[in-house]
């Protein structure tokens, strides 16, 4: 009798089955009908939903461009467009010296992991979530939005950073400690100017993004045009709102493109 | 963004920044010093108040020292399961919407310009407003509730996921594409096996960067309505219960840091 | 099914410019019988590559006519460039296959033009096929490499995957654009070979764009040199004289 081939018994008329990705998607779908009932969502609410949806749409149009409404628009956007350069110009001037403390070649680990705890610790927390603590600690106004969005930048910028020092050549700066200048000096002469190059770069990224989020720290009380939306919301001033939505759309796409240019301009 | 050490590109540097590219820079830097001496002129900032932020946010924290452990089970649990249902939930949603998408966004597969322009208009609308604004606008029509957030989730991840599908389909490597032409395939049969082969790793990738994000921006949703933690933050809040609150942000960042685990391990596993 | 008496491969008049009025293919008219080897010999640049290209379709030709049995499939389009295609297989260049898929897979990928779409989604291959793929990957040497995935072959074996993949198709024409271009001299010879091996088992003609004149010379029944976009010698290689390489390829030094 002779003992089937290795290659006979190994070639079944069918492709492999990945059971691993069948279950996965088995429990995609399993997942997604237990979280819909858990929620409640049914397709009855959705389709109740749609003509209010559409008599929604319908009070938005066409947008409110009445002149009191407009100048408090534009107040808004200035506040918000204030608070995003002051966050992004004093967050990324703090993240240097956290960045600094995070960097793994240039400190000993006991503080580079607790600067590195602590940046992680600020990004942990949804800018809305910050803004309403510093309102609450400090007050109503631009100064908390401003305050919350630097904590926001801190934590993006000095990881950032961070990673640009650890990517650094170091002999540049060996270079520079051989001649026997301090610390400091060393910081400046060697290591800046390494990283300053994608500096720029860090910083549009960080004022775009600071822009998004002026807009919305307003609803929870932070200054900006957040609070005039959410105003228009409760008082079902849609067609304003519409308004408040295509501007700040507006100005984000151009400040996307103004990031990108910069980002290009500074490579 | 270039990593060449300093030196070669001191040495290069006559040549390679142009005269516009200097002035170009040199505007940058004076147009941001006028930008923040603007914009500490136009908001009016109490000095006072600046003074006293520390003593008053150290104060606030203290406030919420010891944190009310004991709320968890009774009112915080749910509303994180919740808060967990809507960002992944949220998250599906755009992956359905964002392929049809970003196949009419990439220029290899969909050659229509004007259709390209759509899709990319799409994609970057979905992705200027943020989605505590999409919330605002789904609690207006269908109401305060979890529906509400899940859709804003989905709506604003969808420019997110479908700009990076876009691009991993863009780069899909030309030569199977063409090999399979060769052969008589259906265009539905070479998505099959020449695209989808080559943006798998990425798709799944951008979703579980993407759920990652979605999770921490599931949590603020409830301030305006639309269901999860923030919600029992609002009412912790408006009670100003500060031991509450200080639990409710330990159990958010604990959430964060699990959630940030889980997707590091799952990501080095199956790419 | 093949017409003895007919050409299985009819070029008439056939031109190509990219840019106008610089044309790439020049008035080429050939015949291609239903059985042998056809090498096309010439330097880079010479429209080889596009008229091998223009035979199934991946270019489309600015004027002229190709009759593939009784079709003319000049001008077609959708379902029905399908329907030929699937009928005319190709070695390509740098081989073509997709990466991440394993040999197996690649190999069905032959049949797409055969088997509906949803199969290729859910992966669910007629039975046949794949045990059609497994006998080709024993022809072509690879028998124990079904489940290996593409990236992980050298580009030896990825070419042979490459022959199996358009045998697969079943084809009334084995088409290769520069089959060899990116193998060492040892391993264009086994496939060279392989293809001749395969397509006369399989009593298919083979048309092959190739720029080692040696190999055209070794394997191929038939050679056709191309120059400035027109055929400059057409007969077997017996009859290639040095002369007809200067002219193709122009000056004598590089004979040597």
Known sequence: MTVPTITQSARPLSLPVNWWRRGGYLALGLYTAYALSTLEITWERILRGLPQGAKFLSRMWPPNFEPQKMELMRDGMIESIGIAILATFFGVLLS???????????????????????????????PLIVAILFVKAIGFGALAGILALIVGSLGFVSKLFAEAIEEMNLKQVEAVRATGASFMSVLIMGVLPQVLARFAGFSAYQLDSNLRNSTMVGIVGGGGIGAALFTATQRFDYDFMLTILLTIIGLIMISEIVSTQIRKLFQ | MSTAPVSAGLAREWSRFTLAERLGRYAVYLLTIAAVVWAARSIEVIPEFLADAPAQTADLFRRMWPLDVAAYPKSIHDALIETLHIATLGTLLSLVFAVPVSLLAARNITKSRL?????????????????????????????????????????????FVG????????????????????????????????????????????????????????????????????????TALNTIDWPQVGMILAVIFAVVIATEIVTSSIRSRII | ?????????????????????????????????????TAIIGPSGTGKSTLVRCINRLVTPTSGRILFGSTDITGLSGKNLRAVRRRIGMVHQEYSLVERLTVMENLLTGRLGYVPAWRAWLRRFPKQDIARAY???????????????????????????????????????????????????????????LMAKLASARDIPVVINIHNVDLAKRFATRIIGMARGTVVFDGPPSALQDTHLADIYGGQSWIE
């Open chain 3, 135 to 193: 006998e080709l990957l024993d022809a072509v040497g690879l028998g124990d490499f079904a489940n290996r995935r593409a990236d992980q072959l050298s580009g030896g074996q990825r070419q042979r995957v490459g022959i199996a993949r358009a045998l697969m198709q079943q084809p009334d024409l084995l088409l290769a654009d520069e089959p060899t271009s990116s193998l060492d001299p040892k391993t264009s010879v086994e496939i060279i070979e």
């Open chain 2, 163 to 234: 700009k990076l599908l876009a691009e991993a389909i863009e780069e899909t490597p030309t030569g199977p594409i063409e090999a399979l032409t060769a052969t008589g395939a259906p265009a539905a049969s070479i998505l099959a096996k020449g695209y989808w082969p080559s943006v798998e790793p990425s798709f799944w990738g951008v979703a579980l960067f993407r759920w990652d994000i979605n999770i921490r921006e599931s949590a603020v949703l409830g301030l305006v309505g639309a269901g999860g933690i923030g919600v029992a933050l609002d």
């Open chain 3, 1 to 37: 099914m093949q017409n003895v008496t007919a050409p299985a491969l009819r070029i008439e008049k056939l031109n190509k410019s990219y840019v106008a009025g610089k044309p790439v293919l020049h008035d080429i008219s050939l015949d291609f019988a239903s059985r042998g080897i």
């Open chain 1, 96 to 126: 240097l010296p956290l960045g600094v403390l995070a960097a793994r070649n240039l400190m000993p680990s006991a503080v580079s992991w607790t600067a590195r705890a602590f940046i992680a610790l600020l990004r942990s927390f949804n």
């Open chain 2, 115 to 159: 259709l390209n322009l759509l899709a990319t208009f799409i994609l970057v609308s979905s992705r200027s407003v943020s989605s505590i604004i999409w919330a605002l606008l789904f609690v207006a029509i269908f109401g305060p509730g979890a529906l509400a957030g899940v859709l804003a989730i989905g709506v604003r991840s969808i420019g």
